[in-house]
């Protein structure tokens, strides 16, 4: 690359950087764009290209791992946190679901930055442009069918997918009241579990999007933004070579880097900014703020005939369509019954506001439980086909953290807080969303011939009874607290309305967009891809229009 100066910089090779770079540079006039990638080109490593791949790559070298500081509303926990540190990012790493949230989730978010762009029907068009859709006779103004990802169901990924357990989960699940749901606009109840996967093969954004004429470079961590007043120039990177700009940097480094590089580059909280020395550009006392996440609660469940090829880990399950995907069949999104919310008086404007639009959005899911047919990962759950697993996930948590620079040195990781489970609204809502899951696995006429009972997590030091439907609040709440994790699905911290406009573009400088997690201002259901390459597609298209 002998030539440093380019149109546009993009900082950061992950899910949102890839779409950018490759939709920049497939636009009519060609610009030169640079790609940068802190983490490496994962090409050649076997785990990449299948989806149960994903489970090896945690904690491998393509996962950065983040630590938490101790959370003290998890028991002083430290979470890890995992992010792709590779082209594709959390798109190379993560488990493949593809799940829009819902419309009020998107039209809140549009609300918020007063831009109907970002409402459900403003994001339509970017939906479609970014989905290949499995089933030919979806409804066109929904879905894409002519986009780069893949989106199939379960059975849709192959028709011998079909778990044995598949039935069972269904009526258990209507037996408490789910109906029928759609993946469009209202997700609320039961529905096929979809993944992005092509012949149950992982695509990776930097895979699926087309970076031909762009200049990738991988291993190339960035240490700041630079400025000519008060405008972009470039980007300095960490081993000091320096690249330059006509247009914009754009910045695609993740929820928890992003807010990093902004205030390393000087645009962040100024007593931040003055303790570590670094010159201010611009003022921004919200970057880093408004963090959130799905945090979750994972259970096992013992079956009564562990020996009847139920789930993986069987001998009796050697099929190969078993293994092209999540080992699951059904997503059930619930709404917390208002009179569950309403015994959680919010304190503080800070839960105020997220109480206020999200959890009693009656349009709004609130809680998303998957059944999964292994317990991987569960500390002491033998994957031996004896066992199935659960998660409760929270959508749309009310819980605020931060993530702050520890140094004016990039290659320091820096302090995150993410504040969990720290709400009366999510405590109540996730307490509820475990007692529906313990009653679908061990109360139901369709699963309670099947499930024994519910399989505590063997962690040293730690004791815990079997949960049951009728555990006492307090029960729940203490499992929650010391097994609960999150589920990487972080965003917020350069939020649009507060650190960026409605355009992504930086408040205060010219020349600097973000363009990942960190500018959706609040939560929004579903599983976060499924989002951020329709977002990705529609902020490529806000900058070639600029």
């Known amino acids: 690359m002998e030539n440093s100066l380019y149109d546009y910089i993009v900082v950061g090779g992950g899910l949102t950087g890839c779409v950018i770079a490759s939709r920049l540079?497939?636009?009519?006039?060609?610009?030169?764009?640079?790609?940068?990638?802190?983490?490496?080109?994962?090409?050649?490593?076997?785990?990449?290209?299948?989806?149960?791949?994903?489970?090896?790559?945690?904690?491998?070298?393509?996962?950065?791992?983040?630590?938490?500081?101790?959370?003290?509303?998890?028991?002083?926990?430290?979470?890890?946190?995992?992010?792709?540190k590779a082209l594709g990012g959390g798109s190379t790493i993560n488990y493949g679901g593809w799940l829009r949230g819902d419309a009020a989730d998107y039209d809140q978010?549009?609300?918020?930055?007063?831009?109907?762009?970002?409402?459900?029907?403003?994001?339509?068009?970017?939906?479609?442009?970014?989905?290949?859709?499995?089933?030919?006779?979806?409804?066109?103004?929904?879905?894409?069918?002519?986009?780069?990802?893949?989106?199939?169901?379960?059975?849709?990924?192959?028709?011998?997918?079909?778990?044995?357990?598949?039935?069972?989960?269904?009526?258990?699940?209507?037996?408490?009241?789910?109906?029928?749901?759609?993946?469009?606009?209202?997700?609320?109840?039961?529905?096929?579990?979809?993944?992005?996967?092509n012949q149950g093969l992982r695509q990776s954004s930097h895979l699926a999007y087309n970076l031909q004429g762009v200049d990738v470079l991988t291993n190339a961590a960035v240490r700041r933004v630079e400025f000519r007043d008060k405008t972009a120039s470039g980007v300095l990177l960490a081993d000091g070579r320096r690249f330059t700009t006509r247009k914009e940097?754009?910045?695609?480094?993740?929820?928890?880097?992003?807010?990093?590089?902004?205030?390393?580059?000087?645009?962040?909280?100024?007593?931040?900014?003055?303790?570590?020395?670094i010159p201010e550009i611009y003022a921004a006392p919200q970057v880093g703020q408004n963090?959130?996440?799905?945090?979750?609660?994972?259970?096992?469940?013992?079956?009564?005939?562990?020996?009847g090829g139920l789930a993986i880990g069987s001998p009796k399950l050697t099929d190969p369509a078993f293994f092209?995907?999540?080992?699951?069949?059904?997503?059930?999104?619930?709404?917390?019954?208002?009179?569950?919310?309403?015994e959680s008086p919010t304190k503080g404007a800070e839960e105020d506001g997220a109480f206020e639009y999200s959890l009693?959005?009656?349009?709004?899911?609130?809680?998303?439980?998957?059944?999964?047919?292994?317990?991987?990962?569960?500390?002491?759950?033998p994957n031996d086909g004896s066992h199935i697993a659960t998660s409760s996930m929270l959508l749309l948590p009310t819980s605020r953290g931060k993530v702050v620079i520890t140094s004016a040195d990039s290659q320091d990781t820096p302090l995150i807080d993410p504040n969990y489970y720290s709400t009366r609204v999510d405590k109540r809502a996730l307490m509820w969303a475990t007692r529906q899951v313990l009653k679908a696995m061990l109360e139901s006429s369709a699963l309670r011939d099947v499930v024994e009972a519910e399989s505590p997590p063997q962690i040293e030091g730690l004791e815990f009874q079997?949960?049951?439907?009728?555990?006492?609040?307090?029960?729940?709440?203490?499992r929650i607290q010391k097994t609960g994790v999150a589920h990487a699905h972080s965003g917020g911290t350069a939020a649009m309305g507060s650190v960026t406009d409605a355009e992504c573009r930086v408040k205060?400088?010219?020349?600097?967009?973000?363009?990942?997690?960190?500018?959706?201002?609040?939560?929004?259901?579903?599983?976060?891809?499924?989002?951020?390459?329709?977002?990705a597609e529609q902020v490529a298209e806000l900058i070639i229009l600029a």
């Open 324 to 342: 092209k995907g999540l080992p699951c069949d059904w997503v059930v999104n619930e709404t917390v019954p208002r009179d569950i919310l309403e």
């Open 249 to 277: 940097v754009i910045l695609c480094a993740g929820s928890l880097r992003t807010p990093q590089i902004l205030m390393l580059s000087g645009v962040g909280p100024r007593d931040v900014l003055e303790e570590y020395k």
């Open 25 to 84: 540079r497939q636009s009519d006039k060609q610009p030169k764009v640079l790609l940068l990638e802190a983490g490496s080109d994962p090409t050649g490593n076997p785990n990449v290209v299948t989806i149960l791949g994903g489970f090896a790559l945690l904690g491998s070298e393509l996962d950065y791992a983040y630590k938490t500081v101790p959370q003290s509303t998890t028991s002083g926990r430290v979470h890890t946190l995992n992010a792709g």
């Open 291 to 307: 963090l959130y996440d799905h945090f979750a609660l994972i259970l096992a469940f013992k079956l009564r005939n562990p020996a």
């Open 109 to 197: 978010w549009a609300k918020v930055v007063g831009d109907k762009r970002w409402s459900y029907e403003g994001m339509l068009p970017w939906f479609r442009k970014s989905e290949r859709f499995f089933d030919a006779s979806a409804n066109p103004s929904e879905h894409g069918f002519n986009g780069p990802i893949h989106v199939v169901s379960i059975q849709g990924s192959d028709p011998n997918r079909q778990y044995p357990l598949r039935d069972r989960v269904h009526a258990a699940w209507s037996e408490l009241g789910a109906s029928a749901s759609s993946h469009s606009g209202r997700i609320s109840g039961i529905s096929e579990f979809h993944e992005n996967s």
């Open 360 to 381: 009693l959005q009656a349009t709004s899911s609130h809680v998303e439980q998957l059944t999964m047919y292994t317990p991987a990962g569960i500390p002491g759950i």
């Open 508 to 535: 205060g400088v010219k020349g600097l967009r973000v363009a990942d997690a960190s500018v959706i201002p609040i939560p929004v259901g579903g599983h976060p891809q499924s989002t951020l390459y329709a977002m």
């Open 466 to 478: 079997p949960l049951t439907a009728d555990a006492a609040d307090s029960v729940i709440d203490d």
